[in-house]
Each structure stands twice: as structure tokens, then as C-alpha cells.
């Protein structure tokens, strides 16, 4: 099984920004637990994180010739932007699930809506790195 775990803008710098509401945990450790996860269970996991929304639309798209299976995906900010990325995840025809840290829905009121949630196969919102766990345990289950 080939799963690919794409991170968006200011991802990279997870950690040390607004810890209150994102955590301390940094993003590599995160991807560590995701690649000992999948290792166990003999899958391939695939990492990629942006900054840029074009590098993301890439990547996305590289991913309908890479015979990719599933798709966990954290667009951060591009969630409640990104007509673009959200056209590229759809055309690959990949199922995937939408992670966030955070709990969207208890935030600022512009966070509350997202380009992706009704194309995902479902939605992780709030459980903190945890999120990213439990949508990986279903990938690898489905
Ligand atoms: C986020 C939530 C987004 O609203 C925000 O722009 C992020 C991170 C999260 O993981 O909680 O960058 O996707």
C-alpha cells in the first residue's frame, strides 16, 4: 500500500508556532511516527511539505502516476482558500482524509469553511498529532 502525506504553508515550522494551539511537537517527529507507523504495517508512506500552493498542486498531481492508494492531507491554510489545490486532489481520483491540529470549528470564523470536506472520505479536526495517527490507521485498514 502507498500512502502520501502532504502538509501545507507554515506546517514546516510546527513547534515553536503558536504552540498554545498547535502543540511543541515539530513536523518531523510527526512524520517519524507516521513512518514507523506505516513501516509496521509494511506500507509505503511518502512525506511532502510546502509552502507554496503550486509546489503542493504538483505534488498532488504526480500523484496519479505514482499509484498512489490514499491521500492524508493538512492544506492548513490553502483549506479555506485553495479552489486549486482542492481541483487537483479531486482529479486524481485518490481517496483522502482532511487532517487538522486544530479544531476549526472552534476558531476564528473564516477557518470554519474548507474547499475539501465534501470531497474527503472524512475529516480529522482537533485531536492534535493524534489526527494524523488515526487517519493513517485507517488507510492502512481500507
Ligand atoms: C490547520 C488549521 C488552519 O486553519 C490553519 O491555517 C493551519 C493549520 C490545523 O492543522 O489546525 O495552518 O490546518
Known sequence: KRILVIH????????KRE???YGHVTLDEINRRL?????????????????????LIGRVQA?????????IINPAALTHTSIALRDAIAATDVPFIEVHLSNIYTREHFRR????????VGVISGLGVAGYELALQFALAN
Open 63 to 71: 500523484a496519479m502516476d505514482d499509484d498512489t492508494d490514499f491521500i
Open 113 to 120: 469553511m474548507s474547499y475539501f470536506s465534501d470531497i474527503a
Open 19 to 21: 504552540p498554545v494551539i
Open 35 to 55: 513512518i514507523e507507523q506505516a513501516q509496521a504495517a509494511t506500507a509505503e508512506l511518502k512525506v511532502f511539505q510546502s509552502n507554496a500552493e503550486h509546489e
Open 8 to 15: 501545507g504553508p507554515n506546517l514546516n515550522i510546527l513547534g
